[in-house]
């Protein structure tokens, strides 16, 4: 709706403005050499430099364990549903798009009330990448840059940040900011210049064709030999999954406290490439070879997800599951320019 700027001292006292108002911000800082999110306690520990996080966001929107309901022997369930308002303050593009992206598997069909009233609860402050990390493919993917689905979007200008208010959420938040200033014109156009180098310089790993040709060049690769060429090296230990923003499987368990009486149900993360993934009841399990584990990742990336939503890939090219594969198996960029390279081979 409107471009504003504040310098980096006044950027600063933004933050710490909510964090004096009891908001809980959740913000990128510092972990030994790496970056994870975290519960900021001050602004001075923020770190929009970063290149990328070890998890992505999602763990705010999907925690990695939550409680769904809590029951009671002759008493009956209640669900929990109690979620507190909090602010996600620098989520780089690819992992903006890949919220968006749980938003409508979450809200369509089996409308997901936990999920949906916890993200109504969240207010995403976006930020434009400023450090690209060593395994970002996110131009490729096209979501280098994003122009919606923020409540604002900032980004560093080197002296300044600009703010990019987009919704009432967002301007909510502008009343925690003092000196507010217009963004000028040429402010706007280093804006502008940043995210034009972003949307095509973020590639270190190039895929060869338009992500919307992903589905169908899958609707080929089913039997191709890469599959188990790459699975024999795969220790199925579902890092790929894990730092996946896009990765959204979960697991539903009982637990009984030792009263024996009382408990709860939870959900937890679950990802495709372990090996009881797939188990059913009677121990059957339908995807009990890791080659049709690992194939089952990229097909769902590539082909399954889009389907649901409208062609969107279902891989937004932060490289994180690159980076996690302690095999150097997982890149999907790796497998699906061989795929393009022998397309009628498989
Ligand atoms: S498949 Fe890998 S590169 Fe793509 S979004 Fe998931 S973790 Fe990132
Ligand atoms: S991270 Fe690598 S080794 Fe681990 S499950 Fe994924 S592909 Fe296999």
């Not at 504003?4 to 964090?19: C, I, P, R």
């Not at 510092?30 to 975290?38: G, V, Y």
């Not at 598997?105 to 999920?115: A, R, T, V």
């Not at 679950?270 to 121990?283: H, I, M, P, S, Y």
Request: overall charge neutral.
């Amino acid at each position: 709706m409107s471009v504003s700027k504040l310098s980096k001292e006044q950027f600063g006292q933004f933050v710490d403005a909510m964090l004096a108002a009891d908001r809980k911000v959740i913000g990128v800082v510092a972990k030994d050499d790496r970056f994870q999110f975290d519960e900021l306690q001050s602004a001075s520990a923020l770190r929009l430099d970063y290149d990328v996080t070890i998890l992505p966001p999602k763990k705010y929107v999907l925690p990695q364990i939550e409680p769904l309901l809590q029951f009671e022997v002759g008493g009956g369930a209640q669900s929990v549903m109690n979620y507190e308002p909090m602010i996600l303050l620098g989520v780089h593009p690819y992992d903006l798009v890949a919220i968006r992206q749980m938003d409508e598997l979450f809200s369509q069909g089996e409308y997901d009330k936990h999920y949906m009233d916890r993200r109504k609860q969240i207010t995403i402050i976006a930020c434009d990448i400023a450090r690209p990390s060593k395994n970002i493919f996110a131009s490729s993917m096209e979501t280098a840059v994003v122009s919606d689905g923020y409540d604002i979007l900032i980004t560093d200008i080197g002296d300044a940040y600009l703010l990019d208010v987009a919704t009432e959420k967002g301007h909510a938040l502008m009343s925690y900011a003092k000196a507010l200033a217009p963004a000028a014109a040429a402010d706007i156009e280093k804006r502008q210049a940043i995210q034009e180098a972003n949307r095509t310089g973020l590639n270190k790993h190039k895929l060869a064709c338009k992500p919307s040709y992903l589905p169908k060049l899958m609707e080929k690769a089913y039997n191709h030999p890469v599959w188990l060429e790459k699975a024999r090296l795969c220790f199925s230990c579902g890092s790929c999954n894990q730092v996946c923003p896009t990765c959204y499987c979960f697991d539903v368990q009982d637990q009984v406290n030792w009263d024996l009486k009382t408990g709860q149900r939870v959900r937890c993360w679950d990802g495709c490439l372990l090996e009881n993934f797939a188990t059913v009841a009677g121990d059957h399990n339908f995807r009990k070879d890791r080659a049709s584990r690992f194939r089952h990742r990229l097909y769902r990336k590539a082909k399954y997800v889009p389907e649901k939503i409208g062609g969107q890939i279902a891989c937004v090219g932060c490289g994180r599951c690159i980076t996690a594969c302690v095999a150097d198996i997982a890149n999907p960029v790796t497998i699906y320019n061989r795929l393009m390279e022998e397309q009628n081979l498989g």
